[in-house]
């Protein structure tokens, strides 16, 4: 994860300083797993690869300072494209993604069958193999290199490094109350989470190994769980680079020697990648400390009745049991995936620009005056809900503020409609560029549930109905229902398109 790519750069630097010995000796520290990459994919080389970076909640070795769970599971997830044209792009996959994982064999030689579940489960399942596998299936792009990193080796290169400073919003409420495993009820918040053990803020605040690794694992006590976990963790990686780059553990013999010294034996590498392999990547890397590489979140939501939930929490029920996923659209994934080469079966997406939203299926859009909407914040930003009511009510849309939705972890705005309310959802969809329709029977009416990725209010370019034919009763008012962005104005999703702050001077983040 974060340390894998401190620890690469470090890595490069001793090789090409101390030669063959300090390489010998960093090449027996480092584990290896043979999974087949390097040699059937195509894209691999030096100005063009695909990097898989893992950092797995492992607790082996750690003394159960982190728990007593067993195995591992992807705690953050992130593919690194290197480009030809020296463009970098890291996207990071949410833990909770509702996915197809693929069919495999165990070591033991029995057979699964492909399955849905939540995108960590793949390593926990089938190891890395397994997650390599459902990552390649998700984006059709393959993965040439595989670099993992556990619990310990983060905490030992964030120590080894001397801490990082990170800057906490401060907290907004309401406090999250939840049961843990025990079924004790605890009380989170961003800045006080009792599962992780964070503590810390508001404002800038040192972080070093324990305080670091809560930082970056907390889920509880954050508006949009982990959407915002992933921000951190980008903000993070950021305020890691800087600190190296502007000071001198690169160049310092003795304190680079300490950081790979307290690292190598935590990092894991595939049979067929060589620490010769990884110079390319380092090099791309220390992009982040003047924000040339693009950090992009795969967007999810929180899915609705109509998608399958069983209550108004999105929860789903998982292998008999109730549980909380995230789904994505595989439109959203396209648009990130397919300008690097990727595919995304069951994507309409066809502009690799990665610009434009979903096609809008065809049909009559309704005057503004005569759609009525109610208005939620499905989002960590306070007031949105009121701030986009006031904006459709100048518009001309008969709209009404219904505070916030029963969650606020949606990454796109989505309007939801009844029966017969096709035209009036396609005007509010073509005046919130980005949003996507949902047909939903469970409800009357017209909803608009406001994402993170929400940009601005427009005016919404109008489609008539069409003429009755000659001889008929009369036309349709419209289409049925597409999952998709309006025909007008359109633009890429912010979590999703846009490049993070320069990490030199990072946003806050919860």
């Known amino acids: 994860m974060v340390a894998a790519l401190a620890f690469l750069s470090c890595c490069v630097l001793l090789v090409t300083v101390g030669g063959w010995a300090t390489y010998s000796w960093i090449n027996g520290k480092v584990s290896r797993i043979d999974l087949g990459l390097g040699s059937s994919n195509g894209s691999g080389g030096v100005n063009k690869a695909n990097y898989l970076i893992v950092g797995t909640d492992s607790r082996e070795g750690t003394g159960g300072a982190y728990g007593d769970v067993e195995g591992q599971r992807s705690d953050t997830t992130i593919l690194a494209h290197l480009d030809e044209n020296g463009t970098t792009t890291m996207i990071s996959f949410p833990r909770d993604m509702y996915v197809t994982i693929p069919e495999y064999t165990d070591s033991n030689g029995k057979h699964y069958s492909t399955r849905k579940d939540k995108f960590n489960s793949a390593i926990s399942s089938g190891g890395p193999a397994l997650l390599v596998k459902t990552v390649q299936s998700l984006t059709g792009m393959d993965v040439d290199h595989y670099i993992s990193m556990d619990l310990q080796g983060f905490k030992k290169i964030t120590d080894a490094i001397g801490g990082v400073e990170v800057c906490i919003k401060p907290f907004t ?29 508001p404002g800038t605040v040192q972080v070093n190994g324990d305080q670091a690794l ?26 890691m680079f800087h600190k190296i780059m502007s000071g001198d553990t690169l160049t310092n013999p003795i304190k680079s020697q300490r950081l790979v010294s307290a690292a190598a034996g935590a990092l894991t590498l595939d049979e067929h990648t060589d620490l010769t392999d990884l110079p390319a990547l380092a090099t791309r890397i220390r992009g982040l400390t003047n924000g040339g590489i693009k950090m992009q979140t ?50 309409t997406v066809s502009d690799d620009s990665g610009a434009a939203g979903p096609a809008l299926s065809p049909g009559a859009t309704a005057s503004p005056s005569q759609v009525r909407v109610s208005v939620y914040n499905g989002s960590s930003r306070a007031g949105l809900a009121a701030k986009v009511t006031t904006q459709l009510t100048a518009k001309g849309f008969r709209a009404r503020n219904a505070g916030n939705a029963s969650v606020l972890t949606h990454e796109t705005s989505r309007v939801s409609y009844g029966p017969g309310q096709e035209a009036e959802a396609r005007t509010v969809a073509a005046a919130v560029p980005g949003a996507g329709l949902i047909a939903d029977s469970s409800i009357t009416g017209v909803q608009l549930v406001l994402g993170s990725d929400f940009t601005a209010v427009v005016t919404p370019t109008l489609t008539p109905a069409p003429a009755p034919a000659p001889g008929t009763a009369g036309g349709s008012a ?26 030199d001077a990072p946003s806050c983040t919860y």
Not at 214 to 231: E, K, N, S, W
């Open 173 to 201: 409420g309401p406090a999250q109350r939840f049961q843990d495993d025990n079924g004790r009820w605890r009380t989170s918040t961003n800045t006080n989470d009792p599962m992780s053990g964070f503590r810390g803020g």
């Open 298 to 347: 795969v967007p999810t939501h929180a899915p609705t009745r109509a998608e399958g939930a069983v209550d108004d929490l999105g929860d789903i029920l998982l292998h008999g049991n109730r549980a909380s996923v995230q789904f994505y659209r595989p439109d959203d994934l396209a648009r990130l995936v397919s300008p690097l080469g990727g595919h995304v079966e069951g994507a």
């Open 478 to 503: 419209g289409a049925g229902a597409g999952a998709g962005a309006t025909t007008g104005a359109s633009a890429a999703p912010d979590g999703a398109g846009a490049p993070a702050d320069p990490p």
């Open 214 to 239: 809560a930082f970056v694992r907390q889920r509880h006590g954050l508006p949009a769980g982990d959407t915002d976990r992933i921000a951190r963790q980008q903000q993070f990686i950021g305020a």
